[in-house]
């Protein structure tokens, strides 16, 4: 089945700085990326997604890209802000199985 | 804007009592899952329903689970016999079609004593 990797595990940056994190997915058939959101005790929220016929989707301060050739995908947070801090999920699907990754608890130092 | 919603918020119940938990998919979706988060730890993937029908479900869904859709609106999980490991938060999930973007529930905390 899909395996999905993630890095890294914490992630703290300045108020303003870039943050990017990494996933790789291992079933090469997988075809929809979505990236999630998760504040402490509250459901995972969807952010952005990407399907692989696309290699870049952008979204305000937030990007993500794809390498469907290294089977990789990238969350850019640009001008983060402190209401940023919190743990993001990776997720690789295949037909409706998703598969997430093991998460980054992201901290924006003010 | 339609959310799905799950009850219990929280339950807690004694190791080999059954438990059923609770969703509510958002109306017009047609496509149901459930996954399963250990404190701590990543979103798993559970089960995939359709149809009335299992769609897909992963190696962690075995016999002790089963799901249900018993009238238009909610759609359950049942865990059998529950376990000490069971315990964790269940999110539900929608979306409107196949492949398409899955909205999560607000969860139930499950905790086995």
């Given at each position: 089945g899909e395996n999905v990797e993630q890095h890294p595990s914490t992630l703290s940056?300045?108020?303003?700085d870039s943050a990017v994190i990494k996933c790789t997915?291992?079933?090469?058939a997988s075809n929809y990326f979505p990236w999630y959101k998760q504040e402490l005790g509250k459901r995972p929220q969807l952010i952005i997604d990407i399907r692989s016929n696309v290699g870049e989707k952008k979204d305000q301060r937030i990007a993500v890209t794809l390498n469907k050739t290294a089977k990789h995908f990238s969350l850019h947070i640009t001008e983060t802000q402190p209401e940023d801090s919190a743990v993001y999920f990776c997720a690789a699907s295949l037909n409706n199985d998703m598969r997430f990754g093991a998460g980054t608890r992201l901290t924006v130092k003010p | 804007e339609p959310e799905v919603t799950q009850t219990p918020s929280h339950q807690v119940t004694q190791m080999g009592q059954e438990v059923i938990l609770r969703c509510v998919p958002i109306s017009n979706h047609l496509y149901f899952y459930w996954y399963r988060q250990i404190l701590g730890q990543?979103?798993?993937f559970l089960v995939?329903?359709?149809?009335?029908e299992i769609s897909e479900k992963s190696e962690i869904f075995d016999d002790q689970f089963s799901v249900e859709r018993p009238d238009g609106s909610n759609f359950t999980l049942?865990?059998?016999s529950t376990k000490l490991e069971d315990s964790a938060m269940y999110f539900c999930a929608s979306s409107v079609g196949w492949g398409e973007t899955q909205y999560f529930g607000p969860g139930t905390r499950l905790l086995v004593l």
């Open positions: 940056v300045q108020e303003g997915y291992s079933d090469s | 990543k979103v798993e995939s329903f359709y149809n009335n049942k865990i059998r």
